[in-house]
């Protein structure tokens, strides 16, 4: 069977080496991004060159009719859909529950929850020979992320549930679902929060007394979307240096 996997926020941070493992391991790559065609371009452009199938495909996850377009654009450009990655996803400036605005509320809910709900359903409508899907959560889920962002922490926690529920919903159809749950990982994503050196903070009380690399948490989300983890469905992996 070919592969065609589809990495939203493929483009950057843990997607990019997501993106890069994919390729490197035979499948073809769709790499979703919202605003940056830069950074897309340049990695489509990176493994093009080295022979792999690839495209770039502009959509905003929290948008329903984008992400049909999306679906469908993958498909005339790579096949169908066998293998999805949930990972784009937000964070805002760090501040506690006191201060956050119900906009705040509903943007960081529409790309963590509702976009990782429509690309799931998207995709299990059409995985009609079986496939996997791999949701990136964050062991925010289960810490709350006080004093920082409780608004991110409580949609990671909604990703685990999809998680555990969708599985169990398409697991007769010969489709797995599970998350992994990075913990802080060296990606530019803390300086969203405002804290750009926020890793090596935080590096001091996770047991392994070190941030995560992008590439770690790819590898995991790879062995989960293989043949390898063919008997594993709704499981929550991790990857998080012992936190
Ligand atoms: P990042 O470096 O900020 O990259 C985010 C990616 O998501 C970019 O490609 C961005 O596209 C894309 N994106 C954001 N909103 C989108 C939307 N609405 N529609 C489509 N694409 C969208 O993030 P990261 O640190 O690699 O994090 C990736 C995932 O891991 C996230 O779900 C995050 O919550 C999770 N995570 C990260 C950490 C960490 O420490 N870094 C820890 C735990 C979990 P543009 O380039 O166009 O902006």
Redo the contacts with the bound molecule.
Sequence with gaps: MNKTALV??????????TSRVLAAQGYAVAI??????E??DALCEELSSSGVRCTTV??????ESQVLVMFDAVEDALGPVTHLV??????EQQMTLADMSPERLQRVF???VT?TFLCCREAVRRMNAGGAIVN?????AKLGSPGEYVD?AAS?AAVDTLTIGLAKEVAGRGIRVNAV??????????A?GGEPE??ARVAKVVPMQR??Q?EE?ASAIAWLLSDDASYITGTLLDVSGGR
């Design positions: 939203t926020g493929g483009s950057r941070g843990i997607g990019a080496a979703n991004y919202r605003n940056n065609a950074a897309a502009q959509a905003d996850v929290a948008d949930n990972n784009a996803g937000i964070l529409a790309t963590n976009g990136v959560s964050s062991v925010a991110y990671k749950r990075p913990g802080v990982i060296h990606t530019t994503m803390h969203d926020r890793v941030g995560g992008p948490v």
